[in-house]
């Protein structure tokens, strides 16, 4: 019994609409996460999850086609909310944001085993959290949403670059030179809650902060100026994504944990270079 | 004690003559007794590659009507719960982390195979092909079948 | 004579605090203002006040026709986040353009020149390309005020610059604004150093207990 070669693999439609998928979320999620790091904002990713979790398992409860058609709005109201309630973390908006996640993630394990609509509830919460075949199980509504999505966002993001900066900088600054802060943040705040649930889809719940996290950090070990931790930012999480996605296909490892394992790797080879560099 | 004996052989000799007959004739027409030309093998494949066409063939069955597939799970028998019913014989797909099961295959056999002797042991792994038909189950959800299955291994 | 700013019955604060009344003064174009006094007596409040962040609780605080957005060139108070911004020196003082740029998602060539003129006059071109987290205290200063100078800037307030520099950086930095004054620019800063303020200052606003407003004789 011969084993599926590489090629094989690559051919499959699903494979194929995972790479593509998988990319573009990664990319999206990685220049989102250039701001958000900078800003010291890196834990939004997970609480807003967590939000994102709880919205999907009521509307698989409720019997969505899609349940992006749910958690898309209520994440994005949450993150408008957080905003409202006290930007950064210094004036108790973590600690709302922690028990909004906290809740919303006990809220909608509560809700899927009270109502289960498939006889197999620890499974998809699995799949969930850990995103181990998601990317690879995308009806085709998904995988266009999130490729639309994720091209969309990528765009405002290069559009908005100037603006990015300029905001993440000096705030004070931009504020006193005209610059439409709260209409930014507001932006902002909706941008990141889109990435954030379609990149569940990649890496599931729980590795979410990775895909937005890992790739800025490792660009600012050897980058020197914000253009180039952009830019580099974005090649690694491409090569990254790439990379993690194709050994998960051919070595039966979940696609999220094998996505984030290459992503520390990768930041690990980053640092070493970082420090040989200086 | 010796008149059973007889009996036995008997009839093991005649299965062991009709065997090959009732095969033929529950066959579909032009299927050799040779390895079947399988569509879907997802014995060949990564786990991560298996979970992925299993919950493909959970969520779009129609897409693989028709098709000569080959899965891998634990097998198990389901005793009817009245007393006409039939036995129904079962492969449980796992997910990839292997703890939870994504799907249970119905798959009836192509050979007359008596219970449970010609059947391997309950919550082992085992291959099974067959070709897929859709059925609609107590709820009205479309699920898979497998028909003219064939059992490829009995044990790992 | 032309007063670029003049605050009258100035009255600031936060919601229900209100900080001591400031005393009426003007600013025109060319003079040094020295803002000194006690923590807590409103000086980075007024200065934010004058660049357009604050709004005054009571009183007038009247700017000059023209002189708004890009023409305030205001130097916040350097917090954590931003020293350790990975950012060259040329961004930093191209985005001294933003107010310009507005919605355009690139800067124009003017722009560019403009960020590259200031650079000049700071003495910091072969800075350019380095990492902002990377300069001393003050070469950051530098970059800042490169920043603040690009967008064609009449006005500077600067919130308390020579914090964290060393002596020998702060003299630097005095040089360089009184270089910047005899060359028309109008400078407040708010400063804890009196008498580095008193060298170059060509008015002292002073808030708190003692507050007042008067002319100093500038030496030299």
């Given amino acids: 019994m011969d084993e599926t070669t590489f090629l094989e693999y690559l051919s499959y439609p699903f494979v194929q609409n995972a790479l593509v998928a998988g990319v573009m979320i990664s990319l999206c999620a990685a220049l989102l996460g250039v701001p958000l790091v900078l800003r010291r904002l890196s834990f939004i990713g997970d609480g807003l999850s967590h939000v994102a979790f709880g919205a999907m398992a009521v509307a698989g409860v409720m019997n969505f086609s899609d349940s992006m058609v749910l958690s898309l709005p209520v994440t994005v109201a949450a993150a408008l909310l957080l905003m409202r309630a006290g930007r950064g973390a210094n004036t108790g908006g973590d600690a709302m944001l922690a028990m909004l996640s906290v809740g919303a993630m006990a809220a909608g394990y509560l809700v899927m085993n009270l109502n289960p609509s498939s006889s197999n509830v620890s499974g998809d919460v699995c799949t969930t959290l850990f995103g181990s075949v998601s990317i690879l199980t995308l009806t085709t509504l998904d995988m266009w949403l999130s490729i639309g999505l994720s091209a969309a966002v990528c765009v405002l993001w290069l559009l908005s670059y100037h603006h990015v900066f300029d905001m993440t900088f000096d705030e004070a600054y931009a504020r006193a030179s005209g610059a439409r802060a709260g209409l930014f943040n507001a932006v902002a705040a909706a941008v990141v809650a889109v990435v954030i649930v379609i990149s569940m889809r990649l890496v599931g719940t729980l590795l979410v902060s990775s895909l937005l996290v890992v790739p800025a950090v490792a660009a600012m070990r050897v980058a020197k100026s914000f253009k180039a931790v952009c830019a580099v930012a974005a090649a690694f999480t491409v090569v990254c994504s790439l990379a993690g996605i194709l050994i998960a296909v051919v070595a039966g490892t979940p696609v999220g944990s094998t996505i984030v394992g290459a992503d520390i790797v990768a930041f690990l080879a980053m640092a070493l270079i970082g420090r040989i560099l200086k | ?149 064939v059992i490829v291994r009995q044990k790992k | 004579m032309d007063n670029l700013v003049e ?143 690009c967008g064609g800037c009449r006005l500077l307030l600067l919130d308390e610059p020579t914090t964290g520099l060393d002596p020998e950086a702060t003299a630097d930095f005095y040089t360089l604004m009184r270089g910047l004054n005899e060359a028309g620019m109008t400078v407040a800063m708010v400063t804890h150093d009196r008498s580095g303020a008193l060298e170059s200052a060509t008015h002292m606003l002073t808030l708190g207990p003692d507050a007042s407003f008067e002319r100093s004789a500038r030496h030299g």
């Fill in chain 3, 7 to 149: 605050c009258r019955d100035l009255r600031l604060g936060y919601g229900s605090h209100a900080m001591p009344p400031c005393p009426d003064f003007t600013v025109e174009a060319g003079d040094y203002l020295c803002i000194v006094g006690p923590n807590g007596s409103g000086k980075s409040t007024l200065l934010k006040a004058v660049a357009g962040l604050v709004k005054p609780l009571s009183g007038t605080l009247s700017l000059a026709p023209g002189l708004s957005g890009g023409r305030i060139g205001y130097v916040p108070q350097q917090g954590p986040l931003q020293r350790d911004f990975p950012a060259s020196v040329r961004e930093v003082v191209q985005s001294g353009c933003q107010s310009t740029r507005g919605w355009r998602p690139f800067y124009s060539r003017g722009e560019k020149l403009r960020a590259r003129d200031a650079m000049e006059r700071l003495g910091i071109v072969p800075l350019a390309g380095r990492c902002y987290r990377e300069l001393s205290g003050g070469q950051r200063q530098r970059a800042l005020l490169g920043r603040a100078m």
């Fill in chain 2, 1 to 149: 004690m010796k008149h059973c004996t007889m009996k036995l052989a008997l009839a093991a000799l005649a299965a062991a003559a009709f065997a090959p007959l009732a095969a033929h004739s529950a066959d579909a027409p032009a299927q050799p007794a040779a390895p079947r030309k399988i569509k879907l093998d997802l014995a060949k494949m990564s786990k991560t590659i298996r979970t992925a066409w299993a919950v493909k063939l959970l969520q779009n069955p129609e897409d693989f009507k028709g098709d000569i597939i080959q899965i891998v799970g634990d097998f198990y028998a389901d005793e009817p719960e009245d007393e006409g019913g039939e036995r129904r014989y079962l492969c449980a797909l796992k997910d990839a982390a292997g703890c939870c099961t994504l799907i249970d295959v119905e798959f009836r056999p192509r050979e007359k195979l008596s219970w449970p002797k010609d059947f391997p042991e309950e919550f082992t792994p085992v291959t099974v092909n067959g070709r897929v038909e859709v059925v609609r189950d107590g709820k009205g959800d479309a699920m898979p079948r497998l028909a003219d299955a």
